[in-house]
């Protein structure tokens, strides 16, 4: 039987090499807040306002961490836990090279939610969650005789981070003028493609045809794709 997947917490230092944190327990639960800013429009006569778009909200990811040193014995002498929970309450702290906490990266196995979302909606198939440790929340449940915290529960809560570049190659991506590129991934279908750039997977032809792909059950990984643009404001049938 395989080894479950480990959950892991890398710190992106600034100006030096990450530090990756495997966590000795799994989270029991992952919660992921996200939402939008709207305005309301107010026009005389009607029964409700209008709602107009703002702008996004960043996602916020929280969960529990349990730690435990116990193992290493509970008597005079123990190891303190907090040589533990304390890199874990470190990253609330500014980095004096960057003057701001450092950013962090949330992994546990590849399915974090979201990566199946379609590229038009901003998706990279993101295989982690990365962001800014916005609070940090230590609660010691064990001590030993001379009061050495033995056991402890994290709340962590991490703010997405999203680098300007990247907000403003998301927004470009659906720009109806412009003909995109792709890399194809393994095991990655032109219908893949197509409902993640068209929303439809049954348009995957147009692409097929810009590419001169004959078999498009033959496709090899890494190959680079022409998504054919908009035209006359929908994109080619």
């Known amino acids: 039987m395989a080894e479950p997947a480990r959950a892991t917490l890398v710190i992106h230092w600034t100006g030096r090499s990450d530090e990756a944190i495997a966590l000795a327990y799994n989270p029991a639960e992952l919660s992921f807040d996200k939402g939008v800013q709207l305005a309301e429009i107010t026009i005389p006569g009607l029964d409700s306002p209008l709602q107009q778009f703002v702008r996004g909200q960043a996602e916020k990811l929280s969960l529990e961490l349990f730690f435990d040193s116990t193992d290493d014995g509970m008597a005079s002498g123990a190891r303190s836990v907090t040589e533990d929970t304390d890199k874990i309450y470190a990253l609330t702290r500014i980095e004096p090279s960057s003057h701001a906490p450092p950013q962090v990266s949330f992994i546990w196995g590849k399915a974090v939610p979201g990566r199946y979302l379609p590229a038009a909606s901003g998706n990279h198939r993101r295989e982690s969650f990365r962001g800014v440790v916005e609070s940090v929340k230590q609660r010691f449940t064990l001590f030993s005789p001379e009061g050495v915290p033995l056991r402890a529960t994290v709340t962590l809560s991490i703010r997405e981070f999203v680098p300007l570049h990247e907000q403003l190659a998301r927004a470009n991506k659906q720009s109806p003028d412009k003909t995109h590129a792709h890399v194809l991934r393994e095991r990655e279908t032109l219908a ?46």
Do not use: C, F
């Open 192 to 237: 893949h493609v197509a409902a993640s750039y068209y929303l439809r997977a049954q348009r995957w032809r147009p692409i097929a045809s810009e590419n001169a792909i004959d078999d498009a059950r033959r496709l090899a990984p890494g190959r680079l794709l022409r998504v054919p643009a908009l035209v006359g404001g929908r994109r080619t049938p």
